[in-house]
Structures are given as C-alpha cells and as structure tokens.
C-alpha cells in the first residue's frame, strides 16, 4: 500500500528500499523509445515534480533529494544513463539524456514536470529545459553545474580512493556507523570551504540536529555500490571536461538557482553564471553553504520551504 500523498509505503510492501527513515521506494524498469529507463512515481494527483540525481547516484539519491516536495507533488525518479538500472546507451550525451527523460514523460503519459537537479544533474537537467520546453514548467537546481567541472581540488588521492571504488566505500560505511562525527566531517572537508571555526559550527550543527545528520547518512548510503553507479559518473566528467558553458540562456521557464557560498565541489560561479544568464531567474545564495546545503545546513529547512512555495506558484492549475 502506498500513501497517495506522500509516496511512503506500508513496512509490508515487497521489493522495497528504504532511502530515508520511512521513505521507501520500489524502483522499476520501464521501456521508452530510447532506450530502458529506472523509475519510481509515487502515486496522486497533481503537478509532479521529477528528480535528476547528480554523480554517484542513481534512483535512490534522486528519491532523498526531492523528498522535500513529497506533500505537496507527485515525485518522478530516475536513474539516468549509467547508473544502477538505466545502461548508459540509453543516453550518453546531455541531449540524449534531455530527449531520455521526454521519453520518460511520453510513456507515463506525463505533459509537463517541474526539475529539480543536484551537482551533476543539472548538465542534463539544464539541456532539458533547454531543449524541451515545452515539456517542463520549472526548474530548481541546488548546487549544479552549468559548465567544465573537474574533480575539486579537495578530492585528492584518499577522497577519490573512498568515494570511487566499493572497497573504500565499504569503509566509508563502517565509519559512518562507528564515527559518524568523523563522517560528516569528512563531507565538509571535501564538500566545503571552511575555516576551522566555520568547520566546527557547521558540523556541531549536523551532529545535533535529526533531519540533518539523517540525511548525511543516507546521502552516503545512495553512493553504494560504486560498480553499478561508475559508467555514468565517468560519464559525467568526460562531458563536463569537454563544455566551457551551457546554453543555459535559452531556458525560458520559471527558474529558481541554489547554490551554497562556500561550495567546493560545484563552485559558487556555477550558479552564478547560471543565474545571470537565464532570463527572470531567482536565486538564494545559502551563506557558509556547502555542496548539499540544501539539506545540511541551518537555512536549509527555509530553503526548502521557499523551495516548495516557488514551485506552488509557478505550478499549472
């Protein structure tokens, strides 16, 4: 059983994963003319909301990032090209992934959706709005690129051994379980420009608040496993070395750019750039926001609530 308003499902449903404390989907695969997609859409009536998760990611980071919009939309979530149950030939480059994600809508029988993108989402969540306009009916990105993107330069040797491969992965789990202080740390050290000061408050923040330090934790767990996650995220950083900008000047639908000061991983200017090139854009700069500021962060609950009351005002009646 489903409830039709926020997509939680009942403990006794089969097949079922739970993305965050008592938040559940049943992923499946459907076929759309372009290829095999991975799909979840929670069921109601309404406007829907759908999600594009960023590198690393798959259906599950998609269904935790969006579920701010759970009471309000109906969520659509994806696997896009090379991650978890979507194979990369489904759509390799952004406007194939772009026409992808119409085909998604196509065969839901879908006319329009808002897009809400993260980090590496919105190389594609950009191209689709660009693309497809007549398909989508806003956009929200939260910390996402808009251009060439490389791995920060706080992802040395040991970060990328962690976070790309299933062993360090493996152990990024058991200290996320044993330290979970030393786990969250570990997120701002790579995710954020931080003095020790600024480092200190975010984390004692995190540490003692529920709703934070939860999704930390299941953030982490939507990362793992690596294998089936890897074609998409080497994906990613090859289109994203080969891009100066995104034509992000022909989007013409309601946008709303988040993005966190102190980012390290998609840098400030990404939003930035993003904002001042896309006509009657809105914006919050979330002050001392790392990469998931839009989660963890002392603003971030009224982030999302602006976040909610953008897409009530722009929704179709």
């Avoid at 991975?38 to 594009?52: A, F, K, Q, S, Y």
């Avoid at 929200?140 to 791995?151: E, H, N, P």
């Avoid at 939860?214 to 990613?236: C, L, Q, V």
């Avoid at 022909?250 to 090139?277: M, N, Q, R, S, W």
Wanted: proline share 5%.
């Amino acid at each position: 059983m489903k409830d039709k308003k926020s997509g939680k499902k009942e403990k006794n449903s089969e097949n079922k994963i739970e993305i965050l404390k008592g938040v559940y989907i049943e992923p499946k695969i459907i076929e759309t003319k372009l290829g095999p997609v991975e799909i979840e859409l929670t069921e109601g009536d309404g406007p829907v909301l759908m999600g594009i998760h960023g590198g690393l990611g798959g259906i599950d980071q998609c269904r935790a990032a969006i579920d701010f919009g759970a009471k309000d939309f109906r969520l659509l979530s994806l696997s896009r090209p090379g991650f978890l149950g979507t194979p990369l030939e489904s759509g390799k480059s952004l406007e194939e992934q772009a026409d992808l994600f119409a085909a998604v809508l196509d065969e839901l029988e879908i006319d329009k959706v808002a897009v809400f993108s993260i980090s590496a989402g919105g190389l594609s969540a950009y191209t689709f709005a660009a693309r497809h306009p007549d398909r989508i009916w806003a956009l929200i990105t939260a910390d996402s690129i808009s251009g060439y993107y490389d791995l920060p330069e706080t992802a040395g040797p040991i970060t990328q051994m962690i976070f790309l491969s299933d062993p360090g992965q493996k152990l990024l789990q058991k200290m996320t379980k044993a330290k979970p202080d030393a786990f969250i740390k570990e997120i701002f050290k790579s995710e954020a420009y931080y003095t020790k000061d600024q480092l200190k408050k975010h984390l004692d923040f995190v540490i003692n608040d529920s709703y934070a330090k939860d999704f930390a934790t299941a953030f982490m767990n939507t990362m793992y496993p690596y294998k089936p996650r890897k074609a998409g995220t080497m994906n990613d950083v090859d289109i994203s070395r080969t891009i100066r900008h995104l034509p992000v000047e022909k989007i013409k639908c309601p946008t709303l750019v988040v993005h966190g000061t102190h980012d390290a991983d998609v840098k400030f200017y990404d939003g930035v750039y993003a904002y001042e090139h896309i006509e009657n854009a809105e914006r919050i700069w979330v002050e001392e926001g790392s990469h998931l500021c839009f989660w963890i962060n002392p603003k971030s609950k009224e982030v999302q609530k602006q976040a909610v009351e953008f897409l009530k005002r722009h929704a179709p009646k």
